[in-house]
């Protein structure tokens, strides 16, 4: 079956310290990949979607980026994080246009 | 490009009431459109779909028609339950992105 795994759940990070968020796919190939923020009271926000190895498609300018270095792999990154980064940050798969996406259970960021 | 909008929450009804959540798609193309739901403390769940027009997707007694004149996919219940209290996304999938609205937070009081 497929699993979807996201980590940290929780992370505390300084201003302007590096992030990395990290998220793997088990059981299926090709899946397309998301990014996605929920900030608090608020929708999901897509920041960055894959349909394939190292190809990113961003969605809003920020101070984040993704990459996609195997299938199955997507990580989330900046390099210096900014208050305003503080949200809940999920990843999700699909397989293809019509299939129901899988989440990741979230990574609860706080920057101080 | 591609993009949902729903119906501003909160929303807040009686138990047994009517529930009807507006969400309204602009799209490329023939999206598929979803509803998720997240239940307070749980991750987001699929909820039901519809992948072509006319198509009517249902789950739980929920139910929602694709409508590409309207380009509308409004979620409805018969008769909702304390139960039925959590966040709603409607959703689009496009040829790549999978795009959410803002979600509607529904409570149900009994």
């Known amino acids: 079956s497929q699993t979807i795994h996201q980590w940290p759940a929780t992370l505390v990070q300084p201003v302007g310290s590096p992030l990395s968020l990290e998220c793997t796919v088990e059981?299926?190939?090709?899946?397309?990949l998301y990014w996605y923020r929920q900030a608090a009271g608020r929708g999901l926000q897509l920041l960055f979607y894959?349909?394939?190895?190292?190809?990113i498609s961003s969605e809003v300018p920020q101070n984040l980026s993704a990459s996609r270095p195997q299938d199955r792999q997507f990580i989330l990154s900046s390099k210096k994080l900014l208050l305003s980064d503080s949200g809940f940050y999920l990843c999700?798969?699909?397989?293809?246009?019509?299939?129901?996406?899988?989440f990741g259970q979230g990574t609860r960021l706080t920057v101080v | 490009g591609d993009s949902v909008t729903q119906m501003e929450g909160p929303v807040t009804l009686s138990e047994e009431a009517f529930l009807t959540i507006n969400c309204t798609y602009t799209?490329?193309?023939?999206?598929?459109l979803f509803w998720y739901v997240q239940y307070p403390g749980e991750g987001l769940q699929l909820l039901l779909k519809?992948?072509?027009?006319?198509d009517k997707g249902s789950n739980k007694g929920f139910e929602a028609t694709y409508r590409k004149e309207t380009t509308s996919f409004h979620l409805e219940k018969g008769s909702v339950q304390v139960s039925d209290s959590a966040v709603y996304f409607c959703?689009?999938?496009?040829?790549?992105?999978?795009?959410f609205g803002q979600g509607t937070r529904l409570t149900i009081n009994p």
């Open positions: 799209a490329t193309g023939y999206p598929s």
């Open positions: 894959s349909v394939g190895i190292g190809q």
């Open positions: 059981g299926t190939s090709n899946p397309n």
């Open positions: 959703a689009l999938q496009g040829a790549q992105k999978l795009v």
């Open positions: 519809a992948t072509k027009a006319d």
């Open positions: 999700a798969w699909s397989v293809h246009k019509a299939g129901e996406a899988f």
